[in-house]
């Protein structure tokens, strides 16, 4: 049979009563749309198509030509892989079915070259059909990329918080059959510290590199997501829980101890770990991921660096911590906390040199609270702002009506240097009591400037500028004194007590103390001994040349009411004496907690 000759488009407009202005228009605009057509006849020849159809399938101009059988079309198309993954003549008869011309909604199919085409078929009343095709494959893209962003990490790769929950679901739900399976929650300690001193791209590096020991620690179906910047989670699946968890634990704690070698700087870093076993502890995957995170919160408050297992008490001392925080908040609100100093003694003078503010809270109906129980708290929740202003305006009052050779010290914490108007509060407060600036000493502890180094820096120096003294408390306890010690000049150093209590027993503290104390001297700062307790370790400070001592052996911290008896016994009467202090004005107390913060 002979093909049906293409019918002429002015002849066509004539006959339907068209001016054959329109019909071009009409023809112009079909060829030069995004969208391929293309008509066949009630015997399958082509009758027409534009240009963009034999383009869509990547045919050349001219391959597609008016008479052509479909399957003619089909082959020349399979030549260039433009056709589904399937038989030819298949698809071919799958066209022409009757299902796909009766002007259903468009079908999605994706060829052997991989574009992706949307096709829709429209019948003609004399049998024939149009076809239109359009190329998705760039939206298909979008969409694929859209979706896995929505449930992926981006730095990473890893599946994010909503992806680990669908995974969760999906574990409960086997667990719920007797196969158990844990949530093993991984928070890296003190990252923030990386970022701020080796800078945000390098932190990006060092969270890659954990990603890949994460790979490397974990076995196949252990599912891993990374939850926020430095959290993540692994699904672990085991019959034998939590122990298979505590293994994996383990692993991940050596495999992230290991340095990380990032645009050639050696990156430490350390983890602690929670986790929660299902169906042992919750059903459902807001309570397994509550539980972790409370088991995470007791490997932290534990000491970092450890894994914990959740237990039922762990929620007795969140209910403990919230109604902690709820009453600090009202103690802040009303002013019910008090502050007492600590004396600071010269060794060669005998003289008081200063007192150590120290925040004190008598909670009713409990006693009096840890400073190193509820300021861990108060800088979490954000109370430690205001609680550290109004610090500093208490003891700059006090100080003020102490003889003018006694300085005052107070403890300052990150996020006090992290938070705006730290500057503008103590010069507020020297102004409203009147004390010089060469009279207040600010303490800030190594790991408080790990873990913002930048914005401490800058804080310090517009400090140091205005006068007021600046020691580093706790000194040798964090990773890097040496370059702190290099970057800022400080005035004064406070040898951590750790060392102190060991002066006796061990050489190695001696030794470490007899550094500090050479070190300090040669960069021109002043060092002051914490936690003295025994005449022993007095005498081993003064003979290696500390410059202060702090501790009960000279005094317990005492009410500001207290303080001019205390310097009577410790000065004498009338002003400081001209010899040292050879043996305690007091007797030893019993220890207070380690952490004395103001």
Not at 26 to 34: D, G, K, M, P, R
Not at 96 to 110: C, F, T
Request: net charge negative.
């Amino acid at each position: 049979m002979e093909p049906e000759p293409a019918a002429d488009p002015d002849d066509a407009a004539g006959r339907l009563g068209q001016p054959p202005s329109q019909n071009m228009l009409l023809e112009a605009i079909v060829e030069n749309i995004s969208i391929g057509l293309c008509r066949f006849d009630a015997s399958r020849r082509l009758v027409a198509s534009n240009r963009r159809y034999a383009e869509i399938y990547g045919l050349a101009p001219g391959q597609v030509r008016t008479g052509m059988t479909l399957s003619e079309i089909m082959t020349l198309r399979a030549a260039v892989d433009a056709v589904p993954n399937m038989s030819l003549d298949a698809y071919v008869t799958l066209t022409q079915s009757g299902d796909s011309l009766k002007g259903a909604a468009p079908k999605s199919v994706e060829l052997k070259n991989g574009r992706v085409m949307r096709i829709r078929h429209h019948t003609l009343p004399d049998g024939g059909y149009v076809s239109t095709t359009e190329d998705i494959t760039e939206q298909r893209v979008a969409e694929a990329l859209a979706a896995y962003l929505a449930q992926h990490d981006t730095l990473t790769g890893l599946p994010n918080r909503d992806r680990l929950r669908d995974r969760m679901k999906q574990a409960l739900d086997e667990a719920a059959t007797g196969f158990p399976c844990a949530l093993v929650r991984i928070d890296l300690d003190h990252f923030r510290s990386i970022n701020e001193t080796l800078g945000y791209a390098l932190g990006d590096g060092a969270l890659r590199c954990i990603t890949e020991r994460l790979r490397e620690a974990t076995h196949a179906g252990d599912f891993i997501a990374r939850l926020s910047g430095d959290e993540f989670a692994i699904v672990q699946r085991h019959p034998d829980q939590p122990q298979a968890a505590l293994d994996l634990a383990g692993r991940l704690l050596r495999a992230i101890a290991r340095p990380a070698h990032v645009e050639g700087h050696a990156v430490v870093m350390g983890a602690s770990i929670g986790i929660a076993v299902a169906p042992r502890d919750g059903q459902d995957v807001d309570t397994i991921l509550r539980n972790a995170d409370l088991a995470v919160a007791q490997a932290k408050a534990a000491g970092r660096g450890r894994a914990t297992v959740y237990t039922p008490s762990m929620d007795t001392a969140a209910q403990r911590r919230r109604a902690l925080e709820a009453d600090l908040r009202k103690a802040v609100a009303s002013g019910d906390l008090t502050l007492a100093y600590q004396p600071v003694a010269n060794l060669q003078t005998g003289r008081v040199t200063g007192f150590e503010a120290l925040l004190r809270w008598d909670r009713p109906q409990f006693g009096r609270i840890s400073p190193a129980e509820f300021i861990p708290l108060a800088e979490e929740n954000g109370l430690i702002v205001p609680l550290g202003e109004w610090v500093l305006r208490r003891a700059c009052a006090e100080a003020a009506r102490w003889p003018r050779w006694v300085k005052v010290a107070v403890n300052v914490s990150a996020a006090q240097f992290r938070a705006p108007g730290l500057f503008e509060a103590v010069v507020a407060a020297l102004e409203a009591s009147g004390l010089a600036a060469s009279r207040l000493e600010l303490e800030i502890t190594e790991s408080a400037m790990m873990q913002s180094w930048e914005e401490t820096a800058n804080a310090l120096q517009r400090l140091k500028h205005l006068g007021v003294r600046i020691s580093m408390d706790d000194f040798g306890t964090g990773y890097s004194s040496l370059s702190y010690l290099r970057k800022f000049p400080f005035d004064k150093i406070k040898i951590d007590q750790a060392f102190v209590r060991e002066l006796t027993a061990n050489s190695d503290s001696v030794a470490i103390v007899r550094a500090i104390v050479a070190l300090c001297g040669a960069l021109g700062m002043t060092t002051t001994a914490e936690g003295v307790e025994t005449q022993e370790q007095f005498d081993i400070l003064m003979a290696e040349g500390c410059t202060e001592v702090q501790g009960y052996l000279l005094s317990a911290p005492r009410q500001a009411s207290e303080l001019p008896a205390l310097l009577d016994r410790l000065d004498g009467p009338g002003g400081p004496p001209a010899r040292p202090v050879r043996r305690p004005a007091f007797v030893p107390e019993s220890r207070q907690e380690s952490r004395e913060v103001g």
